[in-house]
């Protein structure tokens, strides 16, 4: 078995993560709890999931797995891209981003579906104590909906409507359904794939 230390102290997304890595045989160890928030100052999901790795990996002194996720919608030139956690500001929850979003879309006319087309895209790293690193990256092509649907998963899950669903959100599928299809559930089978 393959065990890495989770860099992230998202809850969501760590069960997210654990869940789709304990199908694969690799082991999630939690998060150090006195282990500080990392600055996620980078341009890049890459960069920002290489500061969040390296942080616990030194940490630690063990392998860490760190990811980072955008959702890049064409309407908006790409945007919320890697501000994505944070599209309405610093704080801001999973409904202010949501709500930015779909404000937003109204704003620049994007009301068909041609027009509200998307993507998420996750970068997932793993960085050992000796700096070597192994990167994986996962996409899912889909359109943002009108409105919120469903009550499952987090973050834009509830308005993005993944091109190989039966035109459920993310939010109306299983959880496993999820994982099946969605970026980072691709992004992390493709790293187990690496590291073993």
Request: charged residues 30%; glycine residues 12%.
């Amino acid at each position: 078995m393959i065990a890495v230390v989770c860099a992230s102290a998202n809850p969501d997304k760590v069960a997210e993560i654990a869940a789709v890595l304990d199908a694969v045989g690799v082991v999630l160890e939690p998060r150090p709890d006195d282990v500080g928030d990392v600055i996620e100052d980078a341009d890049t999901l890459e960069g920002n999931a290489r500061l969040k790795a390296m942080a616990i990996s030194e940490a630690t002194g063990l392998a860490a797995l760190a990811d980072d996720t955008g959702l890049e919608v064409d309407a908006l030139g790409g945007a919320p891209g890697v501000l994505s956690a944070r599209y309405a500001g610093e704080g801001a929850g999973y409904g202010d981003n949501t709500a930015l979003l779909l404000s937003e879309l109204d704003r620049v006319g994007a009301r068909t579906r041609d027009a509200r087309r998307a993507r998420f895209r996750t970068v997932v790293l793993v960085r050992r104590p000796d700096g070597s690193e192994q990167i994986a990256e996962g996409v899912v092509e889909g359109t943002i909906t009108a409105s919120p649907r469903g009550e499952g998963g987090f973050g834009y899950d509830a308005v993005f409507e993944p091109d190989e669903s039966d035109g459920r959100t993310f939010a109306e599928m299983t959880p496993e359904e999820k994982h099946a299809i969605s970026h980072r559930g691709r992004a992390l089978r493709r790293l187990a794939e690496v590291l073993r």
